[in-house]
């Protein structure tokens, strides 16, 4: 799951999504520098990903995937679950989209002096931007792509990713449905 996916998990936890996004930005055992909710959101970010690195049916969309994305397969995967999360939100969310993101966006951590600067940026960037509110549509998945695909440190085609999402987009969100379902239940996720 990519950045909605992470939010989605933290259960309305507004202090616990702000961590829990934090998790991309600290590595190894750098997290135990941070107070006890901050590690909590590092140790569920960890964990959602870890989740979905191990899923069995993940594990084979990637094989299907990966002649089409190599090397990326596993970070379009994240991107493609996050346009259907945000396609699907009434199906897993009683908050509607855009006012879930406006309470995010608009919540002030109390632990914010706590967090990076870069992580700081990345935030009033995403606040700005309001990039999460065009997950639903299909330009949202196409920016996505090429965002990351731009960031990547080597040659990558997650720019061509949406044509692959086209052309398995049954398989695909048939993959999410099942995912979703067991990860809530593994996480003990609420409406």
Request: aromatic share 28%; glycine share 0%; hydrophobic share 30%.
């Given at each position: 799951m990519n950045f909605l996916g992470h939010l989605y998990f933290s259960n309305n936890d507004l202090e616990l999504m702000y961590a829990n996004l934090f998790g991309d930005f600290v590595k190894g055992k750098a997290m135990y520098n941070f107070p006890e909710k901050i590690q909590s959101g590092i140790q569920l970010h960890r964990s959602i990903d870890s989740y979905i690195d191990r899923h069995e049916d993940v594990r084979k969309l990637l094989k299907t995937l990966y002649p089409e994305l190599p090397k990326v397969s596993n970070v379009a995967i994240d991107l493609f679950f996050d346009h259907l999360l945000a396609s699907h939100w009434k199906d897993?969310?009683?908050?509607?989209?855009?006012?879930?993101?406006?309470?995010?966006?608009?919540?002030?951590?109390?632990?914010?002096?706590?967090?990076?600067?870069?992580?700081?940026?990345?935030?009033?960037?995403?606040?700005?931007r309001q990039w999460l509110n065009y997950y639903p549509l299909r330009e949202g998945l196409e920016k996505s792509c090429a965002g990351v695909g731009s960031r990547i440190s080597f040659p990558n085609l997650l720019h061509q990713a949406p044509l692959s999402f086209d052309r398995?987009?049954?398989?695909?969100?048939?993959?999410?449905?099942?995912?979703?379902?067991e990860a809530i239940l593994h996480f003990g996720t609420n409406k």
């Open positions: 897993y969310h009683s908050i509607e989209l855009n006012k879930f993101l406006e309470n995010f966006y608009t919540f002030q951590p109390h632990y914010w002096d706590d967090y990076t600067s870069d992580f700081k940026t990345f935030i009033e960037t995403m606040r700005n398995h987009y049954t398989e695909i969100y048939s993959c999410f449905k099942i995912f979703m379902s």
